[in-house]
Structure formats: C-alpha cells, structure tokens
C-alpha cells in the first residue's frame, strides 16, 4: 500500500508534471514574474469557470478577507457577524481592522454559521457577515441573503475551503460558492482545493465599482500610477503561481470529483456504525444528492465520534501510520486572541461540543481504495474495541 497521507500533494503533482512543468518554465523565460499574462489568463479563466464578473488575484486567502472589507469601507467599531468554528483568518482580519468580531454558533449538522444564532446577534451596529463554507460546503446563503437584504449588511464569503461547490437556490437554480454574497474571498493554499505551490488567493465580485476599488487597494491604493488615492496593500498573485493555478484549474472539477468519490467510500464503510455521525450534506442541496449537484467538494472529509473517544481516536490512527486532523480544536471565543467578555458560553454549545467530536480522515484526490480500506477498517475496529 502507497503510505497515506492527510494529503497528497506529491501523488497530485507527479501525475500532472507535464502540465504544470512548461507553465512554470514559460514564465521564467519570460521573466514576468510579476502581474505577468499567465495572471491575466488564470483570471480570466477562473472568472468564466466561476460565472463571475470579477475575479481580483492576490496574495493569500487571509489577504482576500482583509481587501474585501478595506474595498467595502468597513469603518472602526463597525460589528462584523462570523461563524465562531473556523480557522482565525477569518476573524484575525476583522481584528485587524479594528472592526468588531461578533463570534456566533454553528449547526450541529453542517458545522456552517447557524441561522437563528446569526439573527440574534444582529445590532443596529452590524454591518457585515461572514459567512465560512466549512469544510467545502455553503452556508445557508439564501438565508443569509435575505437577513443581508433585511439589515442592509454586505455579506462576504469566505470560500477558502468550497471552490467549485455548487450552491443551490430553493428555486434549482446553482451558482458557485463564493459568487453569491457582495463579494468572496478564497485561498490558493497548496492543501486547498484549488492549490498552487506557494501562497495565493482572490476576491471575486459582480460589482464593478467594488472591483475596481479593489484592483487599487491590492496594488497600493494605486489607480494611475504613482498616484495613491485610499490606503492599499500589497498583494499580488505571482505569475510562477498563476502558472500552476491556470495548469490545474481544468482539473478541479475532475479533483472535487474524486473527494466527493472517496468520501462516499467512507460514508459507506461508516454507515452502520453508531458512535460515528458521518458528515451531513446540506449546502443549498435539497435531495442530498451531492454526487450529481457538486454542493459538497469535500475539502475535509469529518466525522464526529460520539462515546468521548475521539482524542482516543486520534493517538491511535497517528500510531498507525494513519495521518488525521482536528479541525478545530479550540473554538475562537476561547482563543486569548479573540476572548471577550461579551461573549457567553451558553451561545456556543454547538461548538463547545464540536471541538471535542471532530475528527478529519485523509482527503485528497489521489486515495485509493486500498488505503480507504485501510483507514475505515483501523477506525471502526477501534471504535467498537
Ligand atoms: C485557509 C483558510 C483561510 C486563509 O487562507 P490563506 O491562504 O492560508 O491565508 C481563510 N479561511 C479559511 C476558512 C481557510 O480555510
């Protein structure tokens, strides 16, 4: 058996050499290593695959988040609403621009930013949400939506971890992760669904006027050369990078194809396990009909173990060569970082709980069915040891 990994980037890459290699060495030869024409053409291709208006490149998934709301004009003290069981990015960068993070419950079910939580949060000095695509699924965007439209928020969605998913309105109508709120911000990270071979990230929107600000903002606040108009930043997607996303975008429906096979392989194998809450599909899906409706790409594949003996789990999987993850383990309200005293424990009970169930399995798209095999098997012997 090939060892597992908690992801394969080796087995991806090996099996894509003679795509990525000459994009890489083209750019090199050119020398255009900054805002180059393969920037331009993975932009360009990445908003037609997206259907969207506007895709602006930069330089990581965090950046994305922070010049999304710096390309809003969201002002000091202003209360920004996000899902308390994420990663920090999406609330560091709040922070970071001494917004207000209002930190809210998630669903027990999809792990997303629970409805009736985020209502309840709203003051008369909200001004954004944010929405996390948890583990590769959408939020209840429709919802979210109209609480947006209710309350005049923006909504900003953090796609870091959904590109490609599918989002379905109750109507039938799809649209892709990341394109529904005012703008997304996703992240390029090697691990991510879409990864380069370094940092790299974007911002999409249909709304020319924000994209244009935005355009200024990653480039130093610069909109005619030389002439600095509002505080920007710099961050750039580079062209190396470019390069291996425009190599690798054509694969990434195939790519989610492949999570999405090997995480019904594992629901199978779990199925009848009971202390084993395999993930549940919800992100805009109504017939929980995943395999043909793209609304979940499976960036981790979850479990939750119920019986107290995930961390149990956890030492004896990496005892055995079996890599897995906990994502999250601390919930961000508990992070010394982020703690408040406005915050009460009774509002997290959901993720109070979730950090101590969760467990991630080996997800990438080069499983195959003998470490599959593997890994279902050394988990369910364990569970019901
Ligand atoms: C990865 C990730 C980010 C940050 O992306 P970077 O490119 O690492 O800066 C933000 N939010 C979520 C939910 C992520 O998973």
Redesign the pocket.
């Known amino acids: 058996m090939k060892k597992i990994q908690m992801v394969d980037l080796k087995g991806q890459y090996n099996a894509i050499k003679d795509v990525v290699n000459p994009s890489i060495q083209q750019v090199i030869e050119t020398t255009s290593f900054i805002n180059g024409p393969k920037v331009h053409e993975f932009q360009k291709n990445l908003e037609t695959y997206l259907g969207v208006k506007h895709v602006i490149p930069c330089a ?3 950046d994305a ?1 922070q010049i999304a709301m710096m390309g809003l004009g969201l002002k000091p003290g202003d209360e920004v609403i996000t899902a308390n069981f ?2 920090a ?2 609330v560091e960068v709040i922070a970071l621009l001494n917004l207000t993070p209002v930190l809210v419950d998630v669903n027990e079910d999809d792990f997303n930013i629970n409805i009736e939580a985020l209502k309840k949060a709203i003051t008369p000095k909200t001004k954004a949400i944010v929405p ?1 695509h948890l583990f590769g699924q959408c939020a209840n965007m429709e919802a979210v939506m109209q609480i947006a439209k209710e309350h005049n928020l923006f909504v900003i969605e ?1 796609n ?2 959904a590109i490609g998913a599918n989002y379905t309105y109750s109507n039938g109508n799809k649209v892709k992760a990341g394109t529904i709120g005012h703008v997304g911000a996703t ?1 390029f ?1 090697p691990s ?1 669904n879409l990864g380069c071979y370094g ?1 790299g ?1 974007a911002i999409f929107t249909n709304n020319d006027d924000l994209a244009h600000t935005i355009r200024g903002i990653v480039n130093h606040g610069m909109y005619e050369r030389y002439h600095h108009d509002v505080v920007g930043v710099n961050s750039r997607l580079d062209s190396i990078q470019a390069a291996v996303l425009d190599a690798k975008l054509p694969k990434l429906d195939s790519y989610n194809k492949a999570r999405q096979t090997a995480a019904k392989k594992y629901n199978e194998a779990f199925k009848d396990i009971e202390t084993i809450i395999t993930p549940s599909i919800t992100g805009g899906c109504r017939e929980n009909i995943c395999n043909t409706c793209d609304c979940h790409v499976f960036h981790q594949y979850t479990l939750k173990i119920k019986g107290g003996k995930r961390d149990a789990l956890v030492k004896h999987l990496n005892e055995n060569g079996i890599p897995c993850g906990v994502y999250y383990p601390i919930p961000l309200h508990k992070q010394k970082a982020y703690a408040d005293a406005r915050y009460n424990e009774a509002d997290f009970t959901v993720t109070n709980q979730l950090v101590k169930e969760v467990i991630s399995l080996p997800m990438h798209t080069e499983l195959d069915d003998e470490q599959i095999e593997h890994i279902t098997s050394t988990v369910i012997k364990f569970v019901n040891g």
């Open positions: 990581n998934g965090t988040l994420t990663f990015a999406t996390v953090d870091a971890q992240s990270f991510k940092d990230g």
